[in-house]
């Protein structure tokens, strides 16, 4: 039988971009999967996009949160499946994704965490960029020599996800990053070269997120990488 994957999507005030993440994980068709939606309380017609799909949904809220990571986070208590992940509301996955993830864990049982390659869609949903995913290593963590892994091509077993005690709320953009490196004194990552989730690169990207990004994995680094 396939594995249960459970999907969180964060939302506020992404409705210009939410509907076409909604339609890339529902169009997945995946028999075996939970889909949850926790939106921040958006005025933006958000929460009329998602009634539209709440028939498809396995839980849906919408109310004031304490940012992206919270509701990741509250997501993630309303799941059950074997397999994790989230997507952000103006991200896509590409097709067949969950079938290819399914596949690779339930054939490879030692596999607790891949990542596939690195894709980006423009503001029109086309695909504008791939690269294969850098091997990646608890090393280059400690030699800091780490690189950027794609959030929305990177699924997790709940195992691992339970035995680093979730993800943590503490910062706004590099949330991602404090889990990969928890999970990394566990467990290697597995790379995929297929073509899994895309990140959209669009006039809302700023680029003094990527700043605060890089200063707050600055500041997660010697936190995870010391020995205590």
Known sequence: MLPQISIVTPNYN????????IQSVLGQEYPNMEYIVIDGGSTDGSVDIIKKYEEKLT???SEPDEGMYHAIKKGFEHATGEIL??????DMYHYNALFTVADIFSSHPD???LTGSATCYNDRNMTTYVRDSYYFSHLDFLM???KHIQQESTFWRRSLYEKVQGIGTDYRLAGDFDLWMKFSRHTKLYIVNALIGGFRVSDEQLSQNIE????????IYPKRTCFR
């Open 59 to 61: 839980y849906w809220v």
């Open 111 to 113: 596999v607790d965490w």
């Open 212 to 219: 605060l990004y890089e200063k707050e994995a600055d500041e």
């Open 144 to 146: 800091h020599r780490y």
């Open 85 to 90: 992940a989230w997507i952000n509301s103006d």
């Open 14 to 21: 992404k409705g210009r971009f939410l509907e076409k993440t």
